[in-house]
């Protein structure tokens, strides 16, 4: 009896709580309340080019407004892209960010300005991500070219110079003991713009900059510095001074690969880092 009364029991149990789940017994919920928190809201993106149309020798500011409920001011960060363009990731303040778009990087045309929000975490539950877009039209201008090389010009570093990579629109990055340097041309003549150095840990570690390359994106930048292994940058970041290097170690410090090229994939997928001693 003791058995079946315990099998019994079960069995109304099981039944019990069947039917409280399907008729909502035992609850004060009000029979059809959805309940739950209201999705996120899709906010309001706004692209303001700061010219009406620019040449490929001119820079171009950009104003990012994101607005949403009236509740709330969305907090995160944007990105400003085109073509193979791409800014650094722009904090919003007050809902806005602005960003200068270096001269040479919009192609000839009628080119798109697309900005991708992304919520921080604490706006994350009130807006989702969204995007907003502007036309401008950009029309070919003079070459922005380094000044011509000769015995008498002489540009000394910062610090012991191991490469220099020029890009398209005139700037030219340096390679050096101490860090990245940038130079751009001012009236004609190529002018330090600032030096972005590797942190002091990095440079503890015996870190330097060895050879520098243009990923296939056109977008960023690496390099081998030595001993902690190889750097990565956005390239319009760092031609304003405003960029910071994403390292990716090669191995124990203590091992010493010697990092020196980066290769990139067309595809953009696979990155090989050529080592002096062939040990990472």
Same mark, same amino acid.
């Given at each position: 009896?003791?058995?079946?009364?315990?099998?019994?029991?079960?069995?109304?149990?099981?039944? +019990?709580?069947?039917?409280?789940?399907?008729?909502?017994?035992?609850?004060?919920?009000?029979?059809? =309340?959805?309940?739950?928190?209201?999705?996120?809201? !899709?906010?309001? #993106?706004?692209?303001?080019?700061?010219?009406?149309?620019?040449?490929? *020798?001119?820079? @171009?500011?950009?104003?990012?407004?994101? *607005?949403?409920?009236?509740?709330?001011?969305? *907090?995160?960060?944007?990105?400003?892209?085109?073509?193979?363009?791409?800014?650094?990731? /722009?904090? /919003?303040?007050?809902? =806005?960010?602005?960003?200068?778009?270096?001269?040479?990087?919009?192609?000839?045309?009628?080119?798109?300005?697309?900005?991708?929000?992304?919520?921080? !975490?604490?706006?994350?539950?009130?807006?989702?991500?969204?995007?907003?877009?502007?036309?401008?039209?950009?029309?070919?201008?003079?070459?922005?070219?380094?000044?011509?090389?000769?015995?008498? /010009?002489? &540009?000394?570093?910062?610090?012991?110079?191991?490469?220099? @990579?020029?890009?398209?629109?005139?700037?030219?990055?340096?390679?050096?003991?101490?860090? &990245?340097?940038? $130079?751009?041309?001012?009236?004609? #003549?190529? !002018?330090?713009? +600032?030096?972005?150095?590797?942190?002091?840990?990095?440079?503890?570690?015996?870190?330097?900059?060895?050879?520098?390359?243009?990923?296939?994106?056109?977008?960023? &930048?690496?390099?081998?510095?030595? %001993?902690?292994?190889?750097? $990565?940058?956005?390239?319009?970041?760092?031609? %304003?001074?405003?960029?910071?290097?994403?390292?990716?170690?090669?191995?124990?410090?203590?091992?010493?690969?010697?990092?020196?090229?980066?290769?990139? !994939?067309?595809?953009?997928? $696979?990155? $090989?880092?050529?080592?002096?001693?062939?040990?990472?």
């Amino acid at each position: 009896m003791t058995g079946a009364f315990g099998v019994g029991r079960l069995v109304r149990g099981i039944f +019990c709580i069947a039917t409280c789940a399907a008729m909502g017994c035992g609850g004060s919920s009000t029979a059809g =309340s959805t309940g739950g928190s209201a999705p996120p809201v !899709t906010p309001t #993106v706004t692209v303001t080019p700061g010219a009406s149309s620019v040449t490929t *020798a001119q820079t @171009l500011t950009v104003t990012v407004s994101v *607005a949403g409920s009236s509740a709330s001011t969305p *907090a995160g960060t944007v990105v400003v892209s085109s073509g193979s363009y791409a800014s650094a990731q /722009l904090t /919003l303040s007050g809902g =806005s960010a602005m960003v200068t778009v270096p001269a040479g990087l919009l192609v000839v045309g009628s080119d798109t300005l697309t900005a991708s929000y992304t919520p921080e !975490t604490a706006s994350a539950g009130t807006y989702s991500s969204a995007t907003g877009n502007a036309v401008v039209p950009v029309g070919a201008g003079a070459a922005v070219l380094p000044p011509t090389m000769g015995a008498s /010009l002489v &540009l000394p570093t910062a610090s012991a110079p191991f490469q220099a @990579l020029p890009a398209a629109n005139g700037t030219v990055f340096v390679g050096e003991a101490n860090g &990245l340097e940038v $130079f751009a041309p001012v009236a004609g #003549v190529l !002018t330090s713009q +600032c030096v972005l150095p590797l942190t002091s840990t990095l440079e503890s570690e015996g870190g330097q900059w060895a050879e520098l390359e243009f990923l296939p994106n056109g977008v960023d &930048l690496a390099g081998g510095i030595e %001993t902690p292994g190889a750097a $990565f940058y956005n390239a319009s970041a760092a031609a %304003t001074c405003t960029g910071t290097p994403f390292v990716v170690s090669q191995g124990p410090v203590s091992a010493d690969e010697g990092s020196q090229a980066v290769a990139v !994939t067309p595809n953009g997928k $696979f990155a $090989f880092v050529s080592n002096e001693y062939g040990v990472a």
